[in-house]
């Protein structure tokens, strides 16, 4: 009987914690309507760390933060940092529908990475896959009537950049101490970001304040229940429930600023996180037969 909940109890943790990453997605947007990218990237950071280091330290109060690997922890930072700056821009200056119709291509983008990366080569079938989710950005944004602007080439590259800073996860995820890989890319953000500070700052209200600290406890509230989620039941289950993000965002967006998604975006994000669900579905099926043979 036990056995049979964790599935349910994983699929609903997951659900939790990506309705909390969309809640933090979306104070992301509400602080860039009074302050620069720059700003509120550094100013996220700066509110992120309290939670992060209350976390580390809770859970080991002497807990060692040197690197294991510290080449790839700082590859891993500078792309956390550019990354961090192209999604902050992004959900700044885009409709939450037109940020995730992009975001979401990253699961194709590690397939398609991890080949020259991790020498997992592409087959036709995922392949074939690949190609039609990305057809599903072209039918979200309609290249004939979108107009194009900075926000959307920041949303590619911040897909890039995100599926870069998986693989380098999985290549350290299982030797480089939790404290290390969650700190060390929002410091190297606050650092990056900060020495543009003086050049763009601009005073903040206590509302940014509470936005800011809203943010850094939902992003903290979302990495506990993924963890526990991914503890409680397989990948398999948890991983389709990041597609509930853009059920929250769109919500979210429709009720705090009236964004509401085309009929052309919901069918291309439709098709991306079909596309998303196959390659999972692929490398389920794969991985069941390795286990067999």
Same mark, same amino acid.
């Given at each position: 009987?036990?056995?049979?909940?964790?599935?349910?109890?994983?699929?609903?943790?997951?659900?939790?914690?990506?309705?909390?990453? =969309?809640?933090?997605?979306?104070?992301?947007?509400?602080?860039?309507?009074? %302050?620069?990218?720059?700003?509120? %990237?550094?100013?996220?950071?700066?509110?992120?760390?309290?939670?992060?280091?209350?976390?580390?330290?809770?859970?080991?109060?002497?807990?060692?933060?040197?690197?294991?690997?510290?080449?790839? $922890? =700082?590859? /891993?930072?500078?792309?956390?940092?550019?990354?961090?700056? @192209?999604?902050?821009?992004?959900?700044?200056?885009?409709?939450?529908?037109?940020?995730?119709?992009? @975001?979401? $291509?990253?699961?194709?983008?590690? $397939?398609?990475?991890?080949?020259?990366?991790?020498?997992?080569?592409?087959?036709?079938?995922?392949?074939?896959?690949?190609?039609?989710?990305?057809?599903?950005?072209?039918?979200?944004?309609?290249?004939?009537?979108?107009? @194009?602007?900075?926000?959307?080439? $920041?949303?590619?590259?911040?897909?890039?950049?995100?599926?870069?800073?998986?693989?380098?996860?999985?290549?350290?995820?299982?030797?480089?101490?939790?404290?290390?890989?969650?700190?060390?890319?929002?410091?190297?953000?606050?650092?990056?970001?900060?020495?543009?500070?003086?050049?763009?700052?601009?005073?903040?209200?206590?509302?940014?304040?509470?936005?800011?600290?809203?943010?850094?406890?939902?992003?903290?509230?979302?990495?506990?229940?993924?963890?526990?989620?991914?503890?409680?039941? &397989?990948?398999?289950?948890?991983?389709?429930?990041?597609?509930?993000?853009?059920?929250?965002?769109?919500?979210?967006?429709?009720?705090?600023?009236?964004?509401? &998604?085309?009929?052309?975006?919901?069918?291309?994000?439709?098709?991306?996180? =079909?596309?998303?669900?196959?390659?999972?579905?692929?490398?389920? /099926?794969?991985? =069941?037969?390795?286990?067999?043979?």
């Amino acid at each position: 009987m036990t056995k049979m909940s964790n599935p349910l109890k994983g699929a609903l943790l997951a659900l939790a914690s990506f309705c909390a990453y =969309a809640c933090s997605d979306v104070s992301i947007k509400a602080l860039g309507h009074g %302050m620069g990218s720059f700003q509120v %990237m550094f100013f996220s950071a700066v509110c992120t760390l309290p939670f992060i280091l209350g976390q580390i330290f809770w859970q080991d109060r002497h807990a060692s933060l040197r690197p294991a690997l510290p080449g790839l $922890t =700082a590859v /891993r930072v500078l792309i956390s940092l550019l990354g961090g700056g @192209f999604v902050t821009y992004t959900f700044t200056h885009l409709p939450l529908a037109q940020c995730y119709a992009i @975001f979401f $291509t990253m699961p194709l983008m590690i $397939t398609l990475l991890a080949w020259p990366m991790l020498g997992e080569p592409v087959d036709p079938l995922r392949g074939t896959i690949i190609v039609a989710g990305f057809g599903g950005v072209l039918i979200a944004l309609q290249p004939g009537s979108t107009d @194009f602007q900075l926000a959307h080439l $920041t949303a590619i590259l911040g897909a890039i950049t995100g599926a870069l800073n998986s693989l380098i996860f999985r290549m350290i995820g299982h030797r480089e101490k939790s404290g290390v890989i969650l700190l060390y890319p929002v410091v190297g953000q606050i650092l990056g970001a900060g020495m543009i500070m003086p050049f763009v700052w601009q005073p903040l209200s206590l509302s940014d304040w509470q936005v800011g600290l809203q943010m850094g406890a939902l992003g903290l509230v979302g990495g506990l229940f993924i963890i526990a989620a991914y503890r409680t039941a &397989p990948a398999i289950v948890v991983a389709p429930m990041q597609y509930s993000q853009i059920v929250w965002a769109s919500l979210l967006g429709y009720l705090l600023w009236g964004e509401k &998604p085309s009929l052309a975006a919901t069918l291309g994000i439709g098709v991306i996180v =079909a596309a998303g669900l196959a390659l999972l579905a692929v490398a389920g /099926r794969q991985s =069941a037969q390795l286990r067999q043979a």
